[in-house]
């Protein structure tokens, strides 16, 4: 190739390429973006390796590691022996996050089968807490069902499902226990009863801890304890689990018997004061269904009032000894079997003459205790009757408890001084009633009334001289004899000093003709006291309804089986008046 030639085709290739667009600007431009991208990059990772380390590491654990709440169980609650009436025991409750939780109706309906709530139910709830994380689906299930709820969210790998560990409040009496211990709601709070009562000292402390979690919110791992659980205190109960029994097996076959609206009972340890035993009729189980037991939470022995009737007559005599101006043998004349008071008339249930004051007590005589009331000073009427607990509550710090109520005696009529002397004008709880005859019991000292062990000697308040409380009681115990007005109360070895009482029921306007309070108050053994026991039976509708025979049996039950249980001495086998029980009627 000649020289020209060559020249002509490097002057082309020049032409061609002079030509062509210049790129030179663009790798530039290219090569810069490149390296600010590449500096930017660097610096990210440096700003996030050195300066936002903590931040972000922060921020991981929040993904995985987790601050859990660990549960405190309640405090045991037991009888005076130790035995547990009333239990924490661990369960599970299942929540959802509904933001993970899949809403699809072939996961859900499973779910809702083995939780047995409604499908619907369970869609809307998680509907209504779709901006929440945690949401409850069902609280305290049996481990039977946690169990499979758990292997079929592992088998089909679902998401927001978990198990939250809980502890569920036992009793195991069940109805026995439930007016005096009460129950808990679902987060484990008093409610009624004990449980309410010293629902504070009860009560445990959470505790809380740090985990690792899966990513179905399933702790894998403890890391550390924050902050240790701490349980509930126990509670020693004066309950003694026996009498318990026996005391709610005999009301409760009495109440159904008599067919009665309602029955309350009381046992104290005349010793010292503490409740042995209270319960009530109707019950229901601690452990079951609250709803549709409207009135059968309350513990009537401290929350309803009654008229005592004839069970305050043993005051009234009580009170005229006290006074000086009366003494056993003291003879007061019930001729013609009424006396008549203002414009009213008292009356007794017949004619009984002149008496003294054991007659009084032994027949039931109205017209001999309201001529002995009227004969004592208003002020120390009333001021008797005061000291011994009458219109002030016992103070067991028992919710819902009530005073009664004993009328200033400066509002008294003659009437009203008349009628308090057998009963009426005034009202008393069963507890009340109880600790006025402890008084009787003890020798005259006045015990404060205790639902806790008293394992102290207990400082009672004398009341009543320690000679007008044992003639008070040999007085009462021609009660129990066949003369008396309750036979039926005897107990077999044991000499019983106790007191009928059969009130009407106060209505507007009046009182009822045919609606009847049954009440018997009992003390044994009389020579050396040691249980006091009120029975008390609502609105029998069976037949009968006076003290005697509604009430008197049940004291005599409770009673043979108490003292056998305490090993109390019998003080009576020689005695000619014992009586096998059931043998009589009575007032």
Do not use: C
Not at 233 to 239: N, P, R
Not at 286 to 304: H, I, L, M
Not at 324 to 343: A, E, H, Q
């Amino acid at each position: 190739m000649s020289g020209k030639t060559r020249n002509r085709r490097q002057k082309n290739a020049r032409r061609v390429e002079q030509a062509l667009p210049s790129y030179r600007a663009r790798r530039w431009t290219l090569l810069t973006l490149l390296s600010l991208s590449a500096a930017l990059l660097v610096w990210r990772a440096v700003d996030q390796q050195i300066f936002e380390t903590d931040f972000l590491q922060n921020e991981g654990q929040r993904r995985y590691l987790r601050v859990v709440e660990m549960p405190a169980h309640r405090g045991m609650i037991k009888d005076r022996f130790g035995a547990p009436v009333a239990i924490s025991t661990p369960v599970d409750s299942v929540w959802a996050n509904p933001r993970t939780l899949s809403p699809d109706r072939r996961i859900l309906v499973p779910v809702a089968k083995i939780l047995e709530m409604d499908l619907d139910h369970l869609r809307q709830l998680l509907a209504r807490r779709s901006n929440r994380s945690f949401v409850y689906l069902k609280r305290r299930i049996n481990p039977d069902r946690a169990e499979r709820l758990m292997d079929y969210v592992e088998a089909n790998d679902i998401s927001g499902i978990g198990l939250q560990r809980e502890y569920r409040r036992y009793y195991p009496d069940g109805e026995v226990f439930a007016h005096v211990v009460g129950f808990t709601n679902i987060d484990d709070q008093g409610q009624e009863g004990l449980e309410l009562a010293y629902d504070e000292w009860l009560r445990g402390t959470a505790g809380r801890k740090r985990v690792i979690q899966d990513g179905r919110a399933r702790a894998v791992k403890d890391v550390e304890n924050i902050l240790e659980p701490q349980a509930g205190k126990e509670l020693i109960t004066s309950i003694d689990r026996r009498l318990q029994f026996l005391a709610y097996r005999e009301l409760k076959g009495a109440v159904r018997r008599n067919k009665a609206k309602s029955g309350s009972a009381v046992i104290l340890d005349a010793r010292n004061g503490e409740i042995l035993a209270m319960v009530n009729q109707p019950a229901y189980n601690p452990n079951g269904s609250k709803s549709g037991k409207t009135g059968r939470f309350r513990n009537r022995a401290v929350t309803d009032v009654f008229e005592p009737g004839s069970t305050m007559k043993p005051f009234t005599i009580a009170a005229a000894l006290e006074s000086g101006r009366y003494s056993p043998g003291t003879v007061i004349d019930t001729t013609p079997g009424t006396f008549k008071v203002g414009r009213n008339l008292v009356r007794d249930h017949r004619n009984y003459g002149p008496i003294d004051l054991t007659h009084v007590i032994l027949k039931s005589s109205n017209v001999g205790v309201s001529k002995i009331a009227l004969d004592l000073p208003k002020d120390e009427f009333w001021g008797f009757f005061s000291r011994i607990g009458f219109g002030d509550p016992t103070s067991t710090g028992f919710p819902g408890e009530v005073s009664g109520q004993l009328a200033p005696y400066r509002r008294w009529a003659e009437i009203d001084q008349a009628t308090l002397a057998f009963g009426y004008g005034l009202s008393v709880t069963t507890l009340q009633l109880a600790r006025a005859y402890g008084v009787l019991a003890s020798d005259g000292i006045r015990y404060p009334v205790s639902l806790l062990r008293q394992d102290e000697p207990v400082r009672g308040e004398r009341v009543m001289r320690a000679s007008t409380a044992r003639a008070v009681r040999r007085m009462m115990e021609g009660v129990v004899s066949n003369e008396g007005t309750a036979p039926a109360a005897a107990v077999s070895g044991y000499r019983v000093a106790g007191k009928t009482g059969t009130a009407k029921k106060s209505i507007s306007g009046g009182y009822a003709d045919d609606r009847y309070i049954s009440v018997f108050a009992g003390i044994a053994p009389s020579s050396d006291p040691r249980l006091v026991m009120v029975v008390m039976i609502d609105e029998p509708t069976a037949g009968k309804y006076y003290g005697g025979s509604v009430a008197a049996p049940v004291f005599s039950r409770v009673m043979t089986g108490a003292l056998r249980l305490l090993n109390v001495a019998p003080d009576a086998l020689n005695d000619s008046v014992v009586r096998l029980a059931g043998n009589g009627g009575g007032r």
